[in-house]
Structures are given as C-alpha cells and as structure tokens.
C-alpha cells in the first residue's frame, strides 16, 4: 500500500516546455488534489477532483490543466511552462470531499522552469 | 481581504519546553481546522483536527484549541523534543468554498537539546 505517489521526484523545463506530472494513489479515495507549495506562501490549490469525470479550479489554476478519467490517477498538465511555475508541486487525497477528512500527501516534485 | 497567518519567524525552544504555535484568520468563518506537521523534502503529514464547535482536542503530546471569537488557534507540543522539529501548518474548511482547505504558510520549529 504506497498511499500517494508522485512522479517525477524531480524536473527542470524550458520556457515554453509541456509536462504532466503523476499522481496515482491505491486507497481508493473519491477525493483528489493538487497544490502548489512557495517560499513564504504556504500551499496553494491549484485543482480538485471529488471523484472520477468531476474536476475544478482552486485558488491558482492558470497556466494548468487537469483531468480525472479514473479514480487511481490525477495528473497534472502544464502546457507551456513559464518560470512563475517552479515550485514543489504536491498532490493530496482524502477519502471524500467532507470536510473532517485528514488529507494525505504524496512525496512531492520539485520543478524549475528556466 | 481573508487572511489566515502563522508566526512568519522560527520558534526556537529547549528540550522538554512547551512548544506553542499560533494560527489567526480573518473573514472566514471555518468549519474546521486542521494542524499539519511538515518535514524538509517531504510532504505534510495530518496530526489533528478540531471541529467549530470544540474548544479543544488532544492526542498525546499535542493540544489545539480553536477560538472562532478571537478567531485564533493554539497547537501546544508539551515535554517538546529535538524529533519535534518541523514546519507545522494549519489549514481551515470554509463552509462556502466546496469543501477545500486554505492553508497557513507554516510556522518552522526547532527544538535544541
């Protein structure tokens, strides 16, 4: 049971540059999400799924796009990198959307966009 | 403008010290809130929650208390140890947001032996 994993670990793009980063998870939780975690600004949502074919925008979601086809995996796509986007990028689930749910992160990635 | 903030600078304390950490927001009115611990290269761990309408919870070494008139949180590590040592952040449910939590940028502790 790995719970949440994340890859890759670590990634440098170009401006301009494509990538999804991975996010798979083997609890079965309905409820997944992506933040994005900066110097001084603590975690920012970017997107969330509450289950398979529902996704929405968090705080952050410009320049990112998601999808949630099945109930494992939440990948996140950056379509054309800009360097306002490095940052640690972490992925969390929680059994469903209520509220008293703890969530569980993953490992995180670590991008640079030069 | 809602706010929610941790104390910015470091808390550093001696072993076997109680630890107290501060969580304030403003303009929210949460349903929940939610302490976190976070160590370098990885990502938070939950340590506890505590509902609106609970003034306090605890789980061994920890304490929250959660005051929705002051609009403030207490999370207290009691007999603290270096292993202690961490970046905790705490996070609120917002009734009108769908359910998604609004993190504190954390707040870094280092327990000295």
């Known amino acids: 049971n790995a719970g949440v994993t994340q890859t890759p670990k670590f990634q440098v793009l170009k401006t301009g540059q494509s990538m999804t980063l991975q996010c798979a998870q083997d609890?079965?939780?309905?409820?997944m999400s992506w933040y994005r975690q900066d110097p001084g600004m603590g975690l920012r949502l970017i997107h969330y799924?509450?289950?398979?074919?529902?996704?929405d925008q968090g705080e952050v979601p410009n320049g990112y796009n998601v999808s949630r086809s099945t109930t494992e995996d939440f990948p996140l796509r950056l379509l054309s990198a800009a360097p306002s986007q490095t940052s640690v990028y972490f992925c969390?689930?929680?059994?469903?959307?209520?509220?008293?749910?703890?969530?569980?992160f993953g490992p995180g990635t670590r991008l640079t966009v030069l | 403008s809602q706010k929610i903030e941790q104390n910015s600078e470091a808390l550093n304390i001696q072993e076997g010290k109680t630890a107290t950490l501060t969580c304030n927001y403003t303009?929210?009115?949460?349903?929940?809130l939610q302490w976190y611990r976070q160590d370098p290269g990885r990502g938070p761990v939950f340590l506890l929650l505590?509902?609106?309408?609970?003034k306090e919870k605890r789980k061994e070494r920890l304490k929250v208390t959660f005051d929705t008139t002051l609009k403030q949180s207490l999370f207290h590590i009691t007999a603290s140890q270096p292993a202690d040592s961490a970046t905790y952040l705490c996070?609120?449910?917002?009734?009108?947001?769908?359910?998604?939590?609004?993190f504190g940028q954390g707040t870094e502790l280092s327990v000295k032996p």
């Open positions: 609890m079965n939780h309905e409820y």
């Open positions: 996070a609120l449910l917002i009734y009108n947001q769908g359910g998604k939590l609004i």
């Open positions: 303009n929210y009115s949460p349903a929940y």
């Open positions: 969390a689930i929680s059994e469903s959307a209520s509220s008293y749910n703890e969530q569980f």
């Open positions: 799924s509450v289950g398979a074919g529902i996704t």
């Open positions: 505590i509902r609106e309408n609970e």
